[in-house]
């Protein structure tokens, strides 16, 4: 089971948009990447096509998913993620406040 998880809310740890709080848009558990919305954002220059008229395109590319953190939705904050058997279930549980994630 992955710590982190689409649509969750993370901080970025490192790099150039450290300390930004967005939405995890994907989770590449292969590469164990995760793109995270409007972070990590590179310029590509497309041809037009039958598709799309073309230009200069920004888009989302992922980073390592060590450089980033949960933000708790109960305490706000940034923490640790744990694992807790809920009614037979494995669930993700928050380090600071104990409060159960998945429900």
């Known amino acids: 089971m992955n710590r982190i998880k ?3 809310e993370v901080i970025v740890l490192t790099g150039k ?3 930004k709080i967005a939405k995890v ?3 590449i558990p ?3 990447k995760v793109v995270v919305e ?3 954002l590179v310029k590509r220059h497309t041809k037009p096509s039958q598709k799309n ?3 200069i395109i920004e888009k989302e590319k992922p980073i390592d998913w060590s450089n980033v953190m949960l933000v708790c939705k109960y305490c ?3 923490s640790k993620v744990g694992f807790e058997i809920v009614s037979g279930k494995k669930s993700r549980k928050c ?3 104990g409060e159960v994630i998945d429900k």
């Open 53 to 55: 008229t073309g230009g």
């Open 95 to 97: 380090s600071s406040c």
């Open 25 to 27: 848009l994907q989770v």
């Open 17 to 19: 948009n450290k300390g």
């Open 38 to 40: 409007k972070v990590n």
């Open 30 to 32: 292969k590469l164990k």
């Open 76 to 78: 706000k904050k940034p």
């Open 6 to 8: 689409k649509n969750d």
